[in-house]
């Protein structure tokens, strides 16, 4: 009884009080009771895939979005952890258990291979460096098709999970516990000083913290969290193909993390589990299905530029002028120090 009494209270005080984080429980809450409503597994693959990708584009969010190293050649890191993946499986038998984690330790490598040449460029010449790195393993990979699989790739022997139910379920639970690390290393003191060399870099170097240092932990932690994803989408795919490095992966976690909203890691979560159903649901008019999700993109985009979560979070609630803490658009007074909340107050605070 007590753990329910501690329950209540930490849902009444803590959830209830905000409703984005009423629509977050809300969301969960919904995946994980989805075999209720339909047993089709189209639906537990795409939900399935969501998952794997949802990690993919946090991972995203996390380098660039939060450290301002943009990379467009993201999919490096989830295709090395494949192809890792893969060969472990195929070569020495090695089960998932075993793949999965040294793929993503794979990609740390690769992220601090591509992070130590590219810690003095900035900008456009950062995101044109790291778009190189995939095109070169590509060109790897067609090279050595004996070993590489060539086109075709490598096939795997081992599933994610015996039934696609267990895949969905696999996939939702490592996208909500990664996502929930990745979203708490952005709101600790390392989140703190990432966003700091975001907005100045010199001036974070000038206070004593050493940049590099920080950010090729951010390469790394990047790397991680895409390697896992991509090394769980090879053993649910059961195949490795060059796909999983091309330029057009990388651009698609870069479209779902601004769409959700940048820099808030739920933001990339949120985009995939919107924008990826609707592709899959825009193939039945398939002469037109690029055409219409770009126009949804940029319609979106057009009316909330921040992305969708912010948009909603801005509408939904409003931050105390006084203590800066965020109540739900209705309350008249601070939920923390009871200070008045005014729109008037609000449009007036610099």
């Known amino acids: 009884m007590s753990v329910l009494r501690w329950l209540f209270r930490y849902v009444r005080n803590e959830v209830l009080v905000l409703p984005s984080r ?63 993946a893969s060969l472990l499986n195929l070569r020495l038998g090695m ?20 992070g130590i040449p590219c810690l003095r460029l900035k900008g456009p010449y950062l995101g044109l460096a790291t778009l190189a790195f995939p095109i070169m393993m590509i060109g790897l990979i067609f090279t050595f098709p004996g070993f590489f699989g060539g086109e075709l790739g490598i096939s795997i022997k081992t599933k994610l999970a015996p039934t696609r139910l267990h895949d969905f379920y696999v996939c939702t639970l ?18 703190i000083i990432f966003h700091a060399i975001r907005e100045d870099e010199i001036a974070v170097r000038a206070s004593g913290i050493n940049t590099v240092k920080y950010k090729l932990l951010a390469f790394c932690l990047s790397g991680f969290f895409a390697g896992i994803a991509g090394a ?29 909203g940048i820099a808030t890691i739920y933001g990339a979560i949120a985009g995939v589990y919107i924008l990826f159903p609707v592709m899959e649901i825009l193939r039945v008019v398939m002469e037109i299905r690029m055409l219409l999700f770009a126009a949804i993109v940029l319609l979106v985009l057009r009316f909330m530029p921040e992305g969708v979560t912010k948009w909603t979070r801005d509408r939904l609630e409003r931050e105390c002028p006084r203590c ?4 739900a658009f209705s309350r008249r007074e601070c939920r923390v120090c009871f200070s008045p909340i005014r729109r008037e107050l609000q449009k007036t605070t610099p």
């Open 232 to 260: 769980m989408y090879a053993h649910f795919q059961r195949v490795a193909t060059p796909l999983s490095l091309a330029v057009l992966m990388s651009f698609q976690a870069i479209i779902w993390s601004i769409f959700g």
């Open 324 to 327: 800066k803490v965020r109540n």
């Open 174 to 191: 490592a996208m909500f516990s990664l996502g929930f690390i990745m979203w708490k290393i952005t709101d600790s003191k390392i989140g």
């Open 95 to 114: 089960t998932h258990y075993l793949t999965i984690p040294l793929g993503a330790v794979a990609a740390v490598a690769v992220g601090l291979i591509i």
């Open 22 to 84: 009423v629509i977050a429980v809300v969301f969960c809450l919904s995946l994980l009771l989805l075999p209720l409503f339909t047993s089709n597994h189209y639906h537990y693959r795409i939900m399935a895939l969501a998952g794997i990708f949802a990690i993919f584009a946090a991972s995203w969010d996390l380098l660039s979005g939060f450290v301002g190293q943009v990379s467009f050649g993201h999919a490096l890191f989830f295709g090395v952890a494949a192809y890792t």
